[in-house]
């Protein structure tokens, strides 16, 4: 990806999250959904997300209309280098002034019988909710082509 078109997904991303990230106490930063292949029945979203209050809030769940089940997930280690995808039980703890990454390989939203495609360049709405922060929802731009930040694949 261009430094050009980082860049400009970065000020979407911050114009379209200002308003609600004070509303709720949390910042959703560098949030992107992506397919593995085109017209995949799946998708995850991955992102940062940003506790900017002094008090420990709990990501409970995720919602969407782009799908049909959307869930919390993470990746096990199964021994022998063999990851596998579980969904999170009860949350996950974002500590006060602190971050949680959303990221490949790692925590990510996924999201189970897609309506339609993901599709590069168009947004979806994901809405999150918290045990004690408003529900907060963003729209996730689509980059199947962005690399992971490091580690594995989804
Ligand atoms: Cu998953």
Do not use: W
């Amino acid at each position: 990806m261009s430094f050009k078109s980082t860049f400009a997904a970065v000020l979407t991303a911050s114009v379209l999250m200002t308003s609600a990230a004070f509303a709720g106490g949390i910042m959703v930063k560098d949030a992107y959904a992506r397919s593995a292949r085109p017209n995949a029945p799946t998708g995850a979203a991955f992102m940062m997300l940003m506790n900017t209050t002094d008090t420990d809030i709990k990501l409970i769940g995720v919602r969407s209309d782009a799908a049909k089940r959307v869930e919390l997930h993470t990746h096990i280690e199964k021994g022998e280098g063999v990851m596998q995808m579980t969904q999170i039980e009860g949350g996950i703890a974002i500590l006060a002034g602190e971050s949680h990454m959303m990221k490949r390989g790692g925590d990510h939203v996924m999201l189970m019988g897609l309506n339609d495609p993901l599709v590069n360049g168009e947004t979806i709405s994901v809405t999150f909710e918290f045990e004690n922060a408003d529900d907060l929802t963003v729209e996730i731009p689509v980059d199947s082509a962005r690399k992971p930040a490091k580690g594995m694949d989804h």
